[in-house]
Nanobody
Framework: QVQLVESGGGSVQAGGSLRLSCATSGYTYSRQCMGWFRQVPGKEREGVAAIDLGGRSTSYADSVKGRFTISQDNAKNTVYLQMNALKPEDTAMYYC??????????????????WGQGTQVTVSS
């Protein structure tokens, strides 16, 4: 089983930046696709970005393209989400997730087997 721990959330003003980290431990060889999701109370969880750890291909939601960048550091077993030009609508709890196959259908949260506890991002106008 893979353990995921997110960090880096906080409060920023619109236009600011944050970098989220997702540190993984445990049976890390089972990871193939890592995703970032976000959720606002009362709404469904939304896929933000994903990275295929084998081919390093990346995918993004239309709402964050050009502003967010997902990346990996294999030496640290960590996946990052660099978030720039933040908007109030980016306010949410952000979760990282892992699964043991490729990133086809990356934004379907039910296809991920392992989840972190989440980190809160708040963007004020």
């Amino acid at each position: 089983q893979v353990q995921l721990v997110e960090s880096g959330g906080g409060s920023v003003q619109a236009g600011g930046s944050l970098r989220l980290s997702c540190a993984t431990s445990g049976y890390t060889y089972s990871r193939q696709c890592m995703g970032w999701f976000r959720q606002v109370p009362g709404k469904e969880r939304e896929g933000v970005a994903a990275i295929d750890l084998g081919g390093r291909s990346t995918s993004y939601a239309d709402s964050v393209k050009g502003r967010f960048t997902i990346s990996q550091d294999n030496a640290k077993n960590t996946v990052y989400l660099q978030m720039n030009a933040l908007k109030p609508e980016d306010t949410a709890m952000y979760y990282c997730a892992a699964r043991s196959w490729n990133c086809v259908g990356w934004d379907a949260d039910y296809l991920y087997s392992d989840w972190g506890q989440g980190t809160q991002v708040t963007v004020s106008s």
